[in-house]
Structure formats: C-alpha cells, structure tokens
C-alpha cells in the first residue's frame, strides 16, 4: 500500500471559556504512514474506526500546573479519548489482523501502540455498532451501571432525580431505576430530549430551561436519589428537596466546566438532613464490576432493554465541533466522531 495521510487532531491552546474549534484544537493532516510497511518495534498498528467524546475532556484542557484527576492534554500532541479501532498488522502476541480493540487512543488514523493491557478486544457477539462501546456498552455505560449498583442502595417505591436525562450516562440511569420500581424524575435541555426521557420511561420529564427545577422537585420529590451530572443551582435545589438519608451521586458537573462555579448555598442541610453525598472515579469502581457488565450489559442493549441514542459526527477533522456540541449540549446523545469505515 503506498503511504496515506495520517491525519491527527491536535490540542493547540487552552481556552478559557468554551473550546474553538481551529484555536484550541486543530486539525493536522500533514503526516503519512504506510500500513504495510512502517515498523511497530514488537507493537501493533491499529485503524482508529470510533472516537469518544465526553464532557470531561475540557478539564484536559487546561494548564499543566493545575492539578486534577486525569492528566491534561498537551499543546502541539493530538488529543486522546476511549476510542475502538481494529489491529492491522501486529508483532505482540496478545493481538491478531482483525481485531476490535478497545481503549484509550489518540485522535489520529493510525496508531501504533505497545502495551497490550491497555486495550481490550471486543468480540461484539450481538453484532452492536461498533460505535455503542464507547456508548451505553463502553465507559458511560459503566459509569451508570457501575455507580448506581455501589452507591444508590435503591428501594422499590423511592424517587430519583437525574439530571442530563438524555445524555448516555443519565439516560442509562434512568432506565436502570425504572427497571428496579422507583419513581423517576429527570431533566433535559431541550423538548426533544425530554420526550426520548418520557420515551424510555422516566414518570416526571422536564425542560430545565422553561420549567422550574425547583417547583417540579416540589411537587413531585422528596428525592431519595440524587444522579448529579450538572452541579450549580440544580445541586442546590436537589439539596433542598432532599428526604432525610438521601443519596447524592455525583457523576459531574458541566455547568462549572466553562465557567465560574456557582456557590451553592444550602450546604448546611446536608447536616440536618444526613444526607450522603458521594463522587466517583469509573475507574475506581471498574476492577469491582467489569467483567459482569461486559457479560450482561451488551445482551440487555441488543435485546432492547437498555435503548440510545447516538449523536453521530463524521469526520476525524470535525471533532472539534463535536467537543463543542458536548460542552454547549447541542449534542443528542452520545457524542461519537466516525473516523473510518472498517
């Protein structure tokens, strides 16, 4: 094969309010790579096929010496995310031609990796797009599933609000309650998104933005279960709609990712009202839970049980709007970038 452009997409500043796309991020396709041919020094070429993008690649990026959970990104390298790609040529043993990896890789066409612990080969036996493992059946599935199994101590009968309803990971949740008999409020930032939560089964689906969080949380709570993906005010009102010993899980909070922290006032009810308010790395809880959710989680998505919705953007070049619709929540679903065809 003779060389092709390997394209890469590359993070080129830090922003300071949301990323754009052609200054925070950039598109670099001036690089080749022959897959016959370059060396992989005992590691394995793999074709990037689906990218991951997800609200928490804007803390990556942001300066060096702000401390954080995850690394952040590097100016002048390509950006990285959970990602599947298929082995094209391999010298490590762990992998053969043709297959599924699934792992963290680089925003590029082409990688060549050497550690084959970091990757996973998905075997798809349900024959899934291979774009739902880096959905409902890769990490935002198993934040869900993960979470809501170690922390919600759920009861039929008990009320759950989650916010960001119809987003890969709140919608997940959603359908995780309905299945164990609780009552379930949930939130969105659009009309559609609120009827694919009615959709899915959520008893009480609201617009945040043209319905008051507080007078629903008001009508239909006390809460027993808080799913916080969004922080601010919505926190705030959760607290104050709070039964006594409610569980507060807190999976994000993207209305402090592109600007200033909202001050939530009411902390001191956490006290009166003994509440458990508990934050989470996936990866914390991935050694506990792994292997049963990659057992059950894809047969229960391709029998229907557990629907999706997927925002589909094609083209390695456009991921940086795609972070954009993310961070915006112009997104509708989980966030994909298409890179190639098999």
């Not at 990971?169 to 379930?184: C, I, P, R, Y």
């Not at 899915?200 to 507080?214: E, L, Q, S």
């Not at 003994?274 to 990866?283: C, N, Y």
Request: proline share 6%.
């Amino acid at each position: 094969m003779a060389p092709v452009k390997n394209g890469r997409y590359i993070f080129n500043e830090i922003p300071t309010g949301y990323p754009e796309p052609g200054k925070t991020t950039v598109y670099d396709d001036s690089q080749t790579i022959d897959p016959d041919t370059t060396p992989l020094n005992g590691g394995f070429l793999v074709k990037v096929l689906v990218l991951s993008v997800d609200p928490y690649l804007r803390g990556k990026m942001r300066d060096p010496s702000k401390k954080s959970y995850s690394d952040p990104f590097t100016i002048g390298e390509p950006i990285y995310n959970f990602g599947i790609g298929i082995v094209v040529r391999s010298e490590n043993s762990a992998f053969k031609p043709g297959d599924h990896l699934y792992g963290t890789f680089k925003f590029q066409h082409y990688v060549i990796e050497h550690d084959p612990k970091q990757f996973k080969v998905i075997e798809n036996k349900e024959s899934l797009p291979w774009s739902v493992y880096v959905g409902v059946c890769g990490m935002p599935g198993e934040t869900a599933a993960y979470a809501w199994k170690e922390f919600s101590r759920a009861k039929k009968g008990e009320t759950v609000f989650v916010t960001a309803g119809a987003g890969p990971v709140g919608a997940t949740v959603v359908q995780l309650a309905k299945a164990e008999g609780l009552k379930v409020i949930a939130s969105a930032g659009d009309d559609d998104k609120v009827a694919f939560i009615r959709e899915i089964g959520a008893d009480v689906a609201f617009n945040y933005k043209t319905v008051n969080t507080r007078k629903v949380l008001e009508k239909e709570g006390p809460i027993d279960i808080y799913w916080d993906n969004v922080g601010g005010e919505t926190l705030e009102a959760a607290i104050d709609s709070a039964a006594h010993f409610a569980r507060f899980i807190e999976c994000g909070m993207i209305s402090e990712y592109n600007a200033e922290p909202y001050p939530v006032k009411n902390l001191l009810k956490i006290v009166a009202q003994e509440l458990s308010i508990r934050g989470f790395l996936v990866a914390s809880l991935r050694p506990k839970y792994e292997a049963e959710f990659y057992a059950t989680f894809p047969a229960r998505v391709a029998r229907g049980e557990i629907k999706y919705k997927e925002h589909r953007v094609h083209g390695l070049e456009n991921a940086g709007q795609a972070i954009v619709d993310v961070q915006s929540g112009r997104n509708f679903g989980k966030c994909v970038v298409i890179v190639a065809d098999e």
